[in-house]
């Protein structure tokens, strides 16, 4: 288990779902990751920050019944100052959709969209420093952008925050590793027409487990669905799963760990 210090602008610091269900959803993850739960933030509704060992790392919020939104996590990234960041997202193409607003005094926010047309958060740290663990079961331990093609998506990133890349030199694999410092932080995965249509560019985030056998068992007994089955990659064991509203993440356990 390692526990965060300040996060460096561009680092993803946080991740937060926002659902239709919020006690059902905390049933779901409390039973999966061992998550136990005390409230945050109002201001967009009910919301509650999930922690391991009384230490945070997730936000779940709760949407109204007539907001329409796709059901998904959505990373959050690190930033000095949120209302530049987001007027530097807009001048390189992005959009933003929530904010920059005050979250009470734990911070400052917004929700934008890159111009792939995926979803990510920037976050302004006060009170809240953001994910407070890493490493251990049930904390989320990589975040990797699903999109067409990496190369025009990528330059937005890099612009906005400063990015360096390091890319997979190969014919058949676009992948891109984005690093901050010399240390990767987040990842770009350009799947061509594998891209799911009703999802669209999109961020995963990924989060450590024990067993991800063991755990793609209990997704589906606890009312989600296996997406994709376990399996060896690179990064470690990992299956792609949804929860019971249909939020899609990733489950694994890194290499960096070792067999089970």
């Not at 990751?33 to 933030?41: I, L």
């Not at 420093?129 to 890493?134: E, K, L, W």
């Amino acid at each position: 288990m390692t526990e965060a210090t300040r996060h460096t602008p561009g680092t993803p610091c946080w991740v937060s779902l926002m659902v239709h269900g919020l006690d059902r959803t905390q049933s779901f993850y409390g039973e999966l990751f061992g998550w136990e739960f005390s409230p945050g933030p109002q201001q967009l509704g009910p919301y509650v920050r999930a922690l391991i060992d009384g230490k945070e790392v997730a936000g779940i919020g709760s949407l109204s019944a007539d907001r329409q939104l796709p059901i998904a996590w959505t990373p959050y990234l690190a930033t000095d100052d949120a209302d530049t960041t987001a007027e530097t997202i807009r001048s390189c193409g992005g959009t933003v959709g929530v904010g920059p607003l005050d979250a009470e005094d734990a911070g400052r926010m917004a929700v934008v969209t890159d111009p792939a047309g995926a979803v990510f958060g920037i976050w302004q740290a006060s009170a809240h420093g953001g994910t407070a663990v890493y490493g251990t079961h049930g904390t989320p331990v990589w975040n990797e952008l699903l999109t067409v093609e990496t190369s025009s998506v990528g330059k937005f990133y890099q612009a906005v925050f400063g990015y360096e890349v390091e890319a997979v030199v190969s014919a058949d694999l676009d992948y891109v590793t984005l690093l901050l410092k010399g240390r990767p932080v987040a990842s770009l995965h350009g799947v061509g027409h594998a891209l799911p249509r009703n999802r669209g560019t999109h961020w995963m985030t990924y989060f450590e487990v024990e067993d991800p056998d063991e755990a793609a068992e209990r997704v589906v007994g606890l009312g989600g669905h296996v997406v994709q089955p376990p399996r060896e990659a690179s990064s470690g064991r990992l299956a792609i799963v949804a929860d019971p509203e249909g939020a899609v993440f990733t489950i694994v356990r890194s290499a960096a760990r070792g067999p089970r």
